[in-house]
């Protein structure tokens, strides 16, 4: 059963909530190259927004510019019904205020291509790090929490392994660990499996999909349509800086409508 399919049991709320992280009319340039050129994008509470597109296309840099990690020329970024305050225009637009930006961060955890893990620290220190140190809560509290995790995750047996006695696939999976020890809003996954060979990345693909079951807001940038295909609610289909479709991952995969789309299905999917 599909993501979608698992949401569409759920009961509907009498008020729905504020999405989780709202965009519009996003605009970022690199000097002279225009990466994003004026991009809505929408994560509602407990919905899988993926983000598709060749290489180029803007995925990662809008997936960054969501926790500010790079910083947009023009444009709104709301997180939960907040909207980043800035200061400038343009080229000089930078946050207004970097305590707003510190707290909103905390509530959007991101799991990077390359895992990230630091070296120097067993699998159960880095994910505990950010908890005790950014949010500054007990560590032994944390400690519990981050045990469960590796659990869940299917490594509670590596905790007090180095990363580097860790596959590919179990660093990535630790690294998931570590951002939802942070009990974030959103978690942001840049192209989680795109460094592992294809045995290791059904691992982290399994972890994935089982969060996407437990109805946890996430966006997910990936080249793995099958993936797309099953734990999206919504697809959004970038090209060259703009969204050139969009819509549930049915009418995606199955009806696109855009001469660009099915061409670059074709090419992904028949790879």
């Given at each position: 059963?599909?993501?979608q399919a698992?949401?569409?049991?759920?009961?509907?709320?009498?008020?729905?909530?504020?999405?989780?992280?709202?965009?519009?009319?996003?605009?970022?340039?690199?000097?002279?190259l225009q990466v994003?050129?004026?991009?809505?994008?929408?994560?509602?509470?407990g919905h899988?927004?993926?983000?598709?597109?060749?290489?180029?296309?803007?995925?990662?840099?809008?997936?960054?510019?969501?926790?500010?990690?790079?910083?947009?020329?023009?444009?709104?970024?709301?997180?939960?019904?907040e909207p980043v305050r800035w200061t400038g225009a343009g080229p000089d637009r930078q946050p207004a205020d970097r305590a707003q930006v510190r707290r909103l961060r905390t509530n959007l955890s991101m799991v990077f291509q390359q895992f990230n893990l630091w070296s120097h620290m067993t699998i159960l220190q880095n994910?505990?790090?950010?908890?005790?140190?950014?949010?500054?809560?007990?560590?032994?509290?944390?400690?519990?929490?981050?045990r469960k995790l590796l659990d869940k995750v299917g490594i509670g047996d590596k905790a007090d392994a180095w990363p580097a006695q860790l596959s590919g696939g179990?660093?990535?999976?630790?690294?998931?660990?570590?951002?939802?020890?942070?009990?974030?809003?959103?978690?942001?996954?840049?192209?989680?499996?795109?460094?592992?060979?294809?045995?290791?990345?059904?691992e982290v693909v399994k972890v994935i999909k089982d969060l996407a079951a437990e109805h946890r807001t996430m966006i997910l940038v990936t080249h793995d349509m099958r993936l797309a295909a099953d734990v999206s609610d919504h697809v959004v289909f970038l090209h060259q800086g703009r969204i050139e479709?969009?819509?549930?991952?049915?009418?995606?995969?199955?009806a696109p409508r855009t001469d660009r789309l099915r061409q670059f299905l074709s090419a992904t999917m028949s790879a």
């Open positions: 059963m599909t993501a698992l949401r569409s049991r759920l009961p509907a709320d009498d008020a729905a909530p504020a999405p989780v992280i709202q965009i519009r009319g996003l605009h970022k340039a690199y000097g002279p994003l050129k004026g991009v809505d994008m929408t994560a509602p509470r899988v927004v993926t983000l598709i597109g060749s290489s180029g296309s803007g995925k990662s840099t809008l997936l960054r510019c969501c926790n500010l990690l790079e910083i947009s020329q023009a444009g709104e970024i709301v997180i939960e019904g994910v505990m790090e950010a908890p005790v140190t950014v949010l500054g809560q007990p560590a032994g509290q944390v400690e519990a929490r981050a179990q660093q990535q999976r630790a690294a998931i660990a570590r951002a939802l020890c942070m009990e974030p809003r959103a978690l942001l996954f840049d192209e989680p499996t795109s460094a592992l060979d294809p045995e290791l990345q059904q479709e969009e819509g549930p991952p049915d009418q995606i995969f199955r």
